[in-house]
């Protein structure tokens, strides 16, 4: 009876420990992708940043008031995910984190009464959907996967590395700059969220460190590029994307984080599909991204504050661009 009840206590410390966990990546799921949008607004208005260059490069992102307050935000939202990590599964983790792209543009429409597409509303209700169905799935337990070996790990993020240089050079031919260097800055940042949760699981070795900060100060940086040759939404909604997606694909073969039995695994894996689908119907679509190329693209005088394309002003803009553009007025 005792051990019984031993069991149901640890039970209940477990299912605290997850909801606090899922509550905390939702807040940092939020500032993060803010933190995107108030970064574009700034690294859209600097002289060009090159990897050539790395030390003047990070000179003029410091310099930028703008960019430092998003840079913060991102940071605090990525101290959250960090112990979000460490409390539970990182599928979980990174699903919350997936539908809080929906939760965000969401709130952005509503507090700066913003007209939503319907691709964007689809994708909006589809990502909340998917929360819905993955908390209904915590009633079959939240049990974290075994340790991944060393060899499998830096397979792994050696792939990652190929995979984000491979997406900035052959990449951009296809994709257009803004896109390829929104998929390398969503590997990368991937990457970086596995590493993390190898540090937070015991392997907190000097190299692991390392790794983490490899991998998200490059994923920084490649993003900041990519907010020079894209629009906000087409560079960081394409970088959220990968950073949500590759770590549940992690967890599953990596981490073999187990699934829970029955019907509410099934109901774990809707969820899982449904904040990856709404993440992209809110992704723009490439047809409404003309800017992004390959190199950084010039800034015309009659580019406007905000976060959308440097474009004429009597251009249509997108639903997605209005959201972007309003979140930086409602910052403002």
């Known amino acids: 009876m005792a051990q019984g009840g031993r069991h149901g206590e ?21 500032l993060i992708n803010w933190g995107y949008l108030t970064e574009h607004a700034a690294a859209s208005r600097l002289p060009p940043l090159s990897p050539r260059r790395p030390l003047r490069s990070l000179g003029l992102l410091l310099a930028s008031r703008r960019w430092l307050v998003g840079f913060g935000a991102e940071t605090v939202g990525f101290g959250l995910y ?46 909340i959907g998917g929360l819905a ?64 949760k190898v540090m937070v699981e015991g392997g907190g070795h000097a190299v692991v460190a390392a790794a983490v900060i490899g991998f998200y100060g490059a994923g920084t940086i490649v993003l900041q590029m990519g907010f020079q040759r894209g629009r906000a939404l ?5 970088a959220t994307l990968g950073t949500n997606a590759i770590p549940i694909a992690a967890a599953m073969t990596l ?29 723009p679509q490439h047809g409404g991204a003309p800017h992004d190329s390959g190199a950084p693209r010039s ?20 639903g997605s661009s209005r959201i972007a553009g309003q979140a930086q007025r409602f910052r403002g």
């Open 234 to 238: 087409t560079t960081a909604g394409i």
């Open 299 to 318: 800034r015309p005088r009659h580019v406007r504050d905000g976060l959308g394309p440097a474009a004429d002003p009597s251009a249509p803009e997108s």
């Open 133 to 196: 169905l993955l908390a209904v799935s915590l009633a079959g337990g939240t049990e974290h996967g075994t340790a991944a070996g060393w060899i499998s790990i830096s397979m792994w993020l050696g792939a990652s590395v190929a995979a984000a240089a491979l997406a900035v050079t052959s990449g951009a031919a296809f994709l257009g700059g803004g896109a390829a260097f929104g998929v390398a800055a969503g590997i990368l940042f991937a990457a970086g969220d596995v590493s993390t």
């Open 10 to 30: 640890a039970r209940d410390t477990v299912a605290a420990q997850t909801a606090l966990a899922l509550g905390l990546t939702l807040v940092s799921a939020c």
């Open 82 to 127: 960090v112990v979000a990590v460490a409390l539970a599964p990182l599928a979980l983790v990174q699903a919350v984190a997936a539908g809080g792209i929906g939760v965000l543009a969401f709130l952005v429409s509503k507090t700066t009464d913003t007209r939503l597409a319907r691709r964007e509303t689809f994708g909006i209700a589809v990502a």
């Open 255 to 283: 981490f073999a984080e187990p699934l829970p039995a029955g019907l509410l695994g099934g109901v774990r894996v809707a969820a899982f599909a449904a904040v990856i689908v709404g993440a992209v119907a809110l992704a």
